[in-house]
């Protein structure tokens, strides 16, 4: 993957390359062989002896490499340890992003890192070690896939945009003028779904549920540095590694479709921070 010399994250950005092969190769092993899952409790979803196995991997990886920067990871505490405030950067990482679709012998699950200077990521991958996929970016370098640069769609139309969300996304309450008529698609890994908008592969996503950190993070730059504008739901940037480790949701899309959806939700217009330079929806994937 070309790295430019004078990109000032590049060194981060293969430290977190060379972190999540090791993550996907951790993670592959107990996908082939069966691993222990249970549930956090208090709505947090499933953990499995994977996620943990890759966790303590990234962290003792990362943490050595870089002692002087914080660490925020789903399975470790976020949101009870807040040393990493007090850091310049921080590591975001989500050590399986799509425990569900592992658990269910699905392929479809990513590892997703980040490193967070002053609320933004400047350094970021996601790797989906099963399907030979790794996203890539740096901020103001560009996005790649596999090393191949990656732009998100150029769509300005909302009727028959194919959007990724969750079914409820489309409930007519968050829609005042009328649910748009869009083909919905699903993919498990949230951090997957952002960075398929940067491919291009879609045209948008939705998320109106709050969305927490090492979720969105390492995609959230992967789709921008791709040229679409990502939001919280409301269309106010995204921020990172807070005390609340989370988003008011997330929208994705090239900017003109980005401000239609906007208007769609009845919200005022706005631009998205990381911009760069009707009736129904239909399920077909």
Same mark, same amino acid.
């Not at 919905?184 to 950190?213: C, K, M, N, Y």
């Not at 631009?271 to 129904?280: F, G, N």
């Given at each position: ?16 390359? #060379? ?40 962290? #003792?990886?990362?943490?050595? !490499? ?9 399975? @470790? ?14 590591? =975001?990482?989500?050590? %399986? ?19 967070? %200077? ?78 398929? =908008? ?7 996503? %939705?998320?109106?549920?709050? !969305?927490?950190?090492?979720? %969105?993070?390492? /995609?959230?730059?992967? !789709?921008?540095?791709?040229? /679409? ?18 988003? /008011?949701?997330?929208? /994705? ?9 906007? !208007?769609?939700?009845?919200?005022? @217009? ?16």
């Amino acid at each position: 993957m070309p790295v430019p010399e004078t990109d000032p994250h590049a060194t981060d950005l293969a430290l977190l390359l #060379e972190a999540a092969e090791g993550a996907g190769a951790i993670a592959a092993r107990h996908f082939a062989s069966g691993t222990r899952s249970w549930d956090k409790g208090g709505g947090l979803g499933p953990v499995t002896e994977a996620d943990l196995a890759v966790n303590d991997f990234l962290h #003792e990886r990362l943490t050595n !490499a870089r002692p002087g920067y914080g660490w925020m990871s789903e399975e @470790s505490d976020p949101l009870g340890d807040l040393t990493r405030l007090k850091t310049s950067a921080t590591f =975001v990482i989500d050590p %399986i992003d799509g425990t569900r679709a592992f658990i269910d012998g699905q392929k479809s699950f990513a590892h997703a890192l980040a490193v967070v %200077i002053e609320g933004r990521p400047v350094a970021a991958v996601v790797h989906l070690p099963l399907l030979e996929l790794t996203y890539t970016a740096t901020v103001g370098h560009g996005a790649f896939l596999n090393g191949t640069p990656l732009q998100a769609s150029s769509r300005n139309a909302l009727t028959g945009a194919r959007v990724l969300a969750t079914r409820p996304a489309f409930e007519a309450q968050h829609w005042p003028g009328g649910v748009p008529d869009v083909e919905r698609h699903f993919r498990p890994s949230l951090a997957w779904r952002l960075a398929l =908008v940067g491919e291009g592969a879609f045209d948008a996503l %939705i998320t109106l549920r709050d !969305a927490w950190d090492w979720d %969105i993070a390492a /995609a959230a730059l992967i !789709a921008t540095e791709a040229g /679409a504008s990502v939001s919280d739901r409301q269309g106010a940037e995204l921020r990172f590694n807070r005390a609340e480790a989370r988003n /008011a949701g997330v929208l /994705a899309a090239p900017g003109p479709l980005h401000q239609i959806l906007i !208007a769609a939700r009845g919200l005022p @217009s706005t631009r998205a921070i990381h911009d760069t330079p009707s009736t129904k929806f239909r399920r077909t994937s």
